[in-house]
């Protein structure tokens, strides 16, 4: 078991959300700068921390146990599925649990909630007592009286004067029609040359080109909120715009498989898609594969310490399941593999 809340702290200062499995979504969130009435001083903004429960499909918290312990993949998942198991149990028995620079994590009506501390940023802090300095307005130095008459009169003869003498300019009124002439030629070409462009462009081609978004396998996109990333072969998920081909694949069966299988004597080989330590957190991860229109479900196993087996189809060969695996690393999960 390892200290998940000092890890879930320092991955949150790079990352925008981690996904923990059983329990659901870590983010961050920023409290912006206030005025607190009760105490009476401008509080500065404060990072918290926030729990959503969605199924967790990232695998940043995986990756860093790796990179931190010089672990294996298989050994990270089994120290994560410890973890959680434990913290589970402590919640079940006291209520709650605490997790290091996090808050405390708490069980209502069959979620999870979290209570998060407040960390405020470095080097800003409240500001109770605020002066104000009033500049003072100085009176005149200048006075009239100190004027006589004549210099007084001076500037509005001045005015006078220039009124008098001021004849309009000529190249005023060319300047304008210039500028007619300009809007004009501006409001005669602009239509010709959407014109022309609209049958250059659709005469040629029949209809505007249009521009295909590819997402590799290690992009990450969000989907119900969740942060999804089809990183490695446990515990995946798909994006909703990879999943096109196999959803209209799946359409054609009119009637929903049990979400639980048994191994087939018939159709017996399948293509696993992932997989968990327990039945439970199976089941939900291929609830969600069948709402974004993968239809999966659980290889049944009767062994107690094998990981439960999301799977893809089933085939009668293993040269028809072989078919399908490209299509389904492709779109499912890159490192998908058949079974048995």
């Known amino acids: 078991m390892f200290n998940i809340g000092q890890y879930l702290y320092q991955l949150l200062l790079i990352h925008e959300q981690i996904g923990v499995p059983g329990i659901g979504i870590f983010r961050k969130e920023r409290i912006a700068a206030g005025f607190n009435k009760e105490e009476g001083q401008f509080v500065p903004p404060v990072f918290t921390y926030a729990l959503l429960s969605h199924a967790t499909v990232d695998y940043i918290l995986l990756d860093f146990l790796v990179k931190k312990e010089q672990i294996s993949h298989e050994q990270a998942r089994e120290k994560i599925d410890l973890t959680v198991s434990k913290l589970l149990s402590e919640i079940a028995n006291k209520g709650e649990v605490e997790l290091d620079k996090i808050g405390f994590l708490k069980q209502k009506d069959n979620s999870y909630v979290l209570v998060p501390f407040v960390s405020p940023l470095p080097a800003l802090q409240p500001i109770r007592d605020i002066s104000v300095q009033h500049v003072p307005v100085l009176p005149s130095t200048t006075n009239s009286a100190e004027y006589s008459d004549e210099e007084l009169n001076i500037p509005e003869i001045i005015g006078e004067q220039n009124e008098e003498n001021v004849a309009p300019l000529p190249h005023i009124e060319s300047q304008t029609t210039s500028n007619h002439w300009i809007k004009w030629a501006i409001a005669v070409t602009v239509p010709i040359i959407i014109v022309l462009f609209y049958f250059l462009y659709f005469n040629t081609s029949g209809t505007p080109s249009s521009t295909t978004a590819v997402k590799t396998k290690r992009d990450t996109t969000y989907q119900n909120g969740d942060q999804i990333s089809a990183s490695s072969a446990i515990d995946t998920n798909a994006t909703s715009a990879n999943v096109d081909t196999i959803s209209a694949t799946n359409a054609i069966k009119t009637e929903e498989e049990p979400i639980v299988k048994k191994a087939s004597k018939t159709l017996p080989y399948s293509i696993v898609i992932g997989s968990f330590k327990t039945l439970e957190l199976a089941i939900k991860q291929a609830e969600y ?52």
């Open 289 to 340: 594969f069948r709402t974004i229109g993968i239809n999966a479900f659980v290889l049944e196993s009767k062994m107690p310490n094998n990981r439960k087996k999301i799977c893809y189809g089933s085939y009668a060969t293993k040269e028809e399941a072989q078919k399908d695996l490209p299509k389904v690393r492709s779109e499912i999960n890159v490192e998908a593999y058949i079974y048995p």
